[in-house]
C-alpha cells in the first residue's frame, strides 16, 4: 500500500497504478497433502490436468485400497482392516504417543509401526518415520538394549 501511495505523486494523471505481481505465486502455499490426488478423484472420478495416460493408470490402481467413511479416508489392508489415513500434521503426535506416550515403552520402529497400525491408523511414509522416530529417540540410545554378542577379552585365555 505504501509503495503505491509513493508512486501517485510520481505518476501522471492519465496512466493508473500497476498492480499487476509476477511473483505473486511465488509465495503461494500448496496445501495438497499426501493424498491430494486420491482424494479428488475418489470424490470426482476426475483425473488430475495434465496428466498422461500412465499416470491416469497409475491413479486408478494407486487408490483402489482408499474409501471414504463418513468423510473421513480410509486405505484397507493386506489384512482387510480399513485403517484411517493421517495427514502429515498428525503423525508427530501419534509416533510420540506411541513411542513415548502411555501406549508406548520406547520400543524399536518395527513394534511401534505394528502398534499403530493396530490401532487402525495408517499413512505413506509409517514404516520409515516409526523407524527413524526410535533410532533419533535419546533415551532409546543411552538405555537401549545391550548387545547379546559375545565379546572377545583379550584377558581371558582359553584353557585348551
Avoid at 1 to 21: E, K, V
Wanted: with cysteine; aromatic share 10%.
Amino acid at each position: 500500500m505504501a509503495d503505491h501511495l509513493s508512486r501517485i505523486n510520481m505518476m501522471n494523471q492519465t496512466s493508473g497504478i500497476n498492480d499487476d505481481f509476477p511473483d505473486a505465486q511465488l509465495f503461494a502455499v500448496q496445501a495438497q497433502g499426501w493424498y491430494f490426488d486420491i482424494k479428488n478423484f475418489i470424490k470426482t472420478g476426475l483425473y488430475p490436468e495434465k496428466a498422461s495416460v500412465v499416470q491416469k493408470k497409475r491413479l486408478l490402481i494407486k487408490s483402489r485400497p482408499y474409501t471414504f467413511i463418513k468423510d473421513k479416508l480410509y486405505r484397507q489392508g493386506k489384512d482387510d482392516r480399513f485403517r484411517k489415513c493421517l495427514e502429515e500434521e498428525e503423525v508427530r503426535e501419534v509416533l510420540h504417543f506411541a513411542h513415548e506416550g502411555t501406549g508406548g515403552g520406547h520400543l524399536p520402529g518395527h513394534i511401534m509401526s505394528q502398534r499403530i497400525l493396530d490401532a487402525g491408523l495408517w499413512w505413506p511414509t509409517l514404516f520409515k518415520d516409526a523407524d527413524e522416530w526410535g533410532k533419533a529417540c535419546d533415551i532409546c540410545q543411552r538405555c537401549g538394549p545391550k548387545s547379546t554378542k559375545q565379546r572377545h577379552n583379550p584377558l581371558i585365555i582359553s584353557a585348551s
